[in-house]
């Protein structure tokens, strides 16, 4: 299945869109995780918290997800299909990586956000629980750069299933 011309800009643009906006939010997320961990303000905290969930949420989950789903239909609709290219691949897993990652980090960052929300709220609570946040966005955003720079240089490398492909002549089907 090839797409037309026009349906493949539109998937490329859905993809490119979603991709960088997932790179954006994930870095404001660690700016509020490093804000949330060092300001000895209190308030401050609180907010940068209550904040985090929401942009986990609303932004970094629905951004990834439209990124992973856009980067299969884009793959299956071009010649670099999505299993014959082993950049390809590799951008596959690291998409599902950083999901499954961001997914199993929603809860403690949900925690988090409902003991900042609390009154009785320090800036020492949790102290030991507010580092990873940062350290799973730092190394979210080094995850999410890789497949922005193998898209950009494309190294060569054929999977074997590629290989097969592309050394088996034109399929002819019959009636």
Known sequence: MTMTPGLRKFAL????????????????FLVLAVAGLTSKDSQLVRAAYLAMELTAWYLIVPLILASLLTGIVQSLGTPWRLFRHY??????LLNLVVAIVLLLQ??????????????????????GLRISPVIQAAGGLLVLLVPVALSLYKPRGLTPYGWRKQHEGPTVLHP
């Open 13 to 28: 643009t859905a993809h490119v869109t979603s991709s960088v906006g997932s790179l954006g939010a994930v870095a404001g």
């Open 106 to 127: 929603l809860e403690l960052i949900g925690y988090l956000a409902n003991v900042a929300a609390d009154t009785t709220f320090s800036s020492a609570d949790l102290r």
């Open 87 to 92: 950049w390809v691949v590799a951008k596959l």
